[in-house]
């Protein structure tokens, strides 16, 4: 079982995270903020990653060290999760419609990370939440999971579209570069022997 946990405490958030790679896209996520956890599971439920997170953060602040964290704490969890990394793809793409929106997302599990994000928003907040806040859990998630990440929102109007197309596109990225070739099953996928 590739299978993930971590704990990050801070003094602005105490943060629990599990992750199985290969489940069935179950979740279970409290964060307290209400459009995190539905982005959250989507990312769940297209990559097929079985997860469970509980967050408690200092939202009478604001939601920045919440959604920062939390990207840390999965990010890391996936790390764990995918161990040697032999036989995994490595490189995936997605690109995902949501009606008049269309996001392409592009990773290398690499150890190297890295996020280029290339997605605007014309509204400052979605609900409650910032959406600059997006960018900061894509970035997390990044550093922690050792990931080169490209995010793209080629077109779109509705600002909802526009983040939920980015973590869906993420998670079928991700559930294609997780997957163990069969070809190659016993190997780490560089020439260098080692992620």
Known sequence: MREGRTQRTTKETEIEVWLDLDGTGNYDVETGIGFLDHMLEQLSRHSLMDLKVRAKGDLH???????????????????????????????????????????????????RPYLIWKVNFTRDKLGDMDTELFKEWFQAFAQGAGITLHVENLYGENNHHIV????????????????????????VPSTKGVL
């Open 164 to 187: 939920e197309s980015s973590f869906k596109a993420l998670a079928r990225a991700l559930r294609d570069a997780v997957e163990i070739d069969p070809r190659k099953a016993d190997a």
């Open 61 to 111: 602040i604001d939601f920045h060290h919440t959604t920062e964290d939390c990207g840390i704490a999965i990010g890391k969890a996936f790390s764990i999760a995918l161990g040697d990394m032999k036989g995994i793809r490595r490189y995936a793409s997605a690109h995902i419609p949501m009606d008049e929106t269309l996001t392409r997302v592009s990773l290398d599990i690499s150890n």
